[in-house]
């Protein structure tokens, strides 16, 4: 059996809302779990993919929306679709504040619901992709030594080699090695590829 590309997760304690939810979520191909309260969810082992959630806003003992401030505050970073029976305004601002993709209100469109499913697997993609891209660069930033490291966000300042030896109190040609050196290992070709690098890592171009 294949390993699916990504799965949505839906957390509902109505049980024939869940298993219609279930069923029409299959029949577009793609993977479901489903859950009847927030602590099973939690429970549960999730594999490593590309996900979104499905969320009831009002759940037995806890809200859907309080449910994704804790989310939030526990760094679980998931797109939340919100689906509701007695929504308001107030409550769907709250949600989309707080980074929801949709909140539906009953009767919605299915077509509605498999649209907000996927912009949500989509935008977990890019974030995913976003993440592990850092996490290279990070890795390369490592290998750096520590006065390279204090090159590089001169460098991308736009500063010129003189001006960052008078800097740093070292000759140009210094200079010009370590930039030499870090362009490498950073793996830019550019100095515009290196300033991009240095905005994914929120390294400061601004030379004090």
Known sequence: MTEPLSIVYVIDDDIPVRNALQSLIRSVGLQVDAFGSTQEFL???????PSCLILDVRLHGKSGLDFQRELAEANIHIPIIFITAHGDIPMSVRAMKAGAVEFLTKPWRDQDLLDAIQV???RDR???????????LRERLE???PR?????????????N??????IGTSETTV??????LMRKMGADSLAALVRMAEKMEISNKAD
């Open 43 to 49: 429970r549960k082992k999730r594999p490593d993919l």
């Open 120 to 122: 949500a697997l989509e």
């Open 126 to 136: 890019t974030r995913r992709q976003r993440e592990t891209e850092i996490a290279k």
């Open 143 to 145: 290998s750096l030594t």
């Open 148 to 160: 390279e490291r204090e090159v590089l966000p001169l460098v991308v300042s736009g500063l010129l």
């Open 162 to 167: 003189r001006q960052i030896a008078a800097k």
């Open 176 to 181: 010009k090695v370590h930039r030499s050196q």
